[in-house]
T-cell receptor, first 110, second 115 residues
Framework: EDQVTQSPEALRLQEGESSSLNCSYT??????LFWYRQDPGKGPEFLFT???AGEEKEKERLKATLTKKESFLHITAPKPEDSATYLC???????????FGSGTQLTVLP | NAGVTQTPKFQVLKTGQSMTLQCAQD?????MYWYRQDPGMGLRLIYY???????DKGEVPNGYNVSRLNKREFSLRLESAAPSQTSVYFC??????????????FGPGTRLTVL
C-alpha cells in the first residue's frame, strides 16, 4: 500500500529563519512527487513536480528536492505570506491516482 | 479563465437528506476528481473520471455517486447524508498527457456539515 508521511505536522518560524519540510514516501515505482500549497479556506495550489532522485526545482523562496525515499521543501528566508499548509503527494507505478500526505502547517511570524 | 469552480461553497444537511455537489472546469481537461479533506487525514480520493463517459471508485467511495455530465462537469451526489460525511469536498481536474502524470488543479471547495 502506498504511503506518504509529512513532518513536522506544524512549524513556526520567525521571518527570515530558513527551514525544511519533509515528505517521506513508500510507493512502488515513483511516477511523480507533487508539492502543493493550501491557504485557509481555499483549494490546494500546485507548486512543483519532481520525477527522479536528484531532481531539484525552485520558485522564489522555495526549493524542492527529491531522493529515493523522501522529498524536502526548503524555505529560505521565509516571509509571513509564506504561511500556509504545504501538502505533498506521490503517484506510484501501480496506482492510477495520487496518495496525499496530511500536510505541514507553516506559520511565519513577523 | 475561471479554472475549477464548485457550488455550493457551504451546505448544512440533516441526516438522511440528499444533495448534489457541482463542479465545472473550463480548461478542457479530460480527467476530473472528487476528494474529501478531513483534519489530520489529508486528501482522500472519492471518485474520479479519466475521460468523459467513464467513472471509477477511489479510496473512499461508499455513500457517494458521481456523474460525468460532459467534459466540463463532474457532480458528486450524497443520496442519504450521514454525520461521517461532514467534510470539505474538493473537485480537481487534470490534463492527461502520454508519458507523464501532470498536476491537478483544484477548486475552492465545498464545506459540508451533516447534523
Amino acid at each position: 500500500e502506498d504511503q506518504v508521511t509529512q513532518s513536522p505536522e506544524a512549524l513556526r518560524l520567525q521571518e527570515g529563519e530558513s527551514s525544511s519540510l519533509n515528505c517521506s514516501y513508500t510507493v512502488s515505482g515513483l511516477r511523480g512527487l507533487f508539492w502543493y500549497r493550501q491557504d485557509p479556506g481555499k483549494g490546494p495550489e500546485f507548486l512543483f513536480t519532481l520525477y527522479s532522485a536528484g531532481e531539484e526545482k525552485e520558485k522564489e523562496r522555495l526549493k524542492a528536492t527529491l531522493t529515493k525515499k523522501e522529498s524536502f521543501l526548503h524555505i529560505t528566508a521565509p516571509k509571513p505570506e509564506d504561511s500556509a499548509t504545504y501538502l505533498c503527494a506521490a503517484r506510484s507505478g501501480s496506482a492510477r491516482q495520487l496518495t496525499f500526505g496530511s500536510g505541514t502547517q507553516l506559520t511565519v511570524l513577523p | 479563465n475561471a479554472g475549477v469552480t464548485q457550488t455550493p461553497k457551504f451546505q448544512v444537511l440533516k441526516t438522511g437528506q440528499s444533495m448534489t455537489l457541482q463542479c465545472a472546469q473550463d480548461m478542457n481537461h479530460n480527467s476530473m476528481y472528487w476528494y474529501r479533506q478531513d483534519p489530520g487525514m489529508g486528501l482522500r480520493l472519492i471518485y474520479y473520471s479519466a475521460s468523459e463517459g467513464t467513472t471509477d471508485k477511489g479510496e473512499v467511495p461508499n455513500g457517494y455517486n458521481v456523474s460525468r455530465l460532459n467534459k466540463r462537469e463532474f457532480s458528486l451526489r450524497l443520496e442519504s447524508a450521514a454525520p461521517s460525511q461532514t467534510s470539505v469536498y474538493f473537485c480537481a481536474s487534470r490534463e492527461t498527457r502520454k508519458g507523464s502524470y501532470n498536476e491537478q488543479f483544484f477548486g475552492p471547495g465545498t464545506r459540508l456539515t451533516v447534523l
